[in-house]
């Protein structure tokens, strides 16, 4: 239910959304990570993780640069498949599992669905990524 990571935060953040963000120290319960919008989607990504902690599992996820990146997590109740089910929030199953989610890179915000498409420059393209992450028990 608690997490703590060393990376990007406090809040969520993508390509495009990521003046705010800050690196640093944080903490958080796992349900205050994601944003609870009107239609369940992506959401609580945060990016450049250096370290993730699960205190109540005694689990250290490390994550190394290799070829000049880091990668970014998303930890949530639901899984992609539950969340892209679901229409409105009270349609997401009760959760049984935590699901961690490492991603290189996160498309920007928008999808021309109900308002303006990604920017050209914030668009996921096709790349080869390298990073190192090391899972450990404390």
């Known amino acids: 239910t608690q997490a703590s990571w060393f990376g990007t935060g406090p809040h969520e953040n993508y390509a495009d959304s990521s003046e705010a963000a800050l690196v640093g120290r944080f903490e ?3 349900a205050d990570l994601v944003v609870e919008y009107a239609v369940p989607q992506e959401s609580g990504h945060r990016a450049e993780l250096r370290e993730l902690s699960l205190p109540e599992l005694d689990l250290v996820l490390r994550a190394e640069r290799v070829a000049g990146e880091l ?17 409105h929030p009270h349609e997401l199953p ?9 991603d290189v890179q996160q498309q920007g915000l928008g999808s021309a669905s109900c308002g303006p498409d990604v920017r050209p420059e914030y668009q996921l393209r096709p790349r080869l990524a390298e990073w190192k992450v090391t899972f450990s028990l404390n």
Request: glycine share 4%.
């Open 71 to 87: 990668p970014g997590f998303s930890l949530r109740a639901h899984d992609a498949h539950e969340v892209t089910a679901a229409a």
């Open 28 to 30: 958080s319960s796992v």
């Open 94 to 102: 009760a959760s049984s599992a935590t699901h961690l989610y490492l």
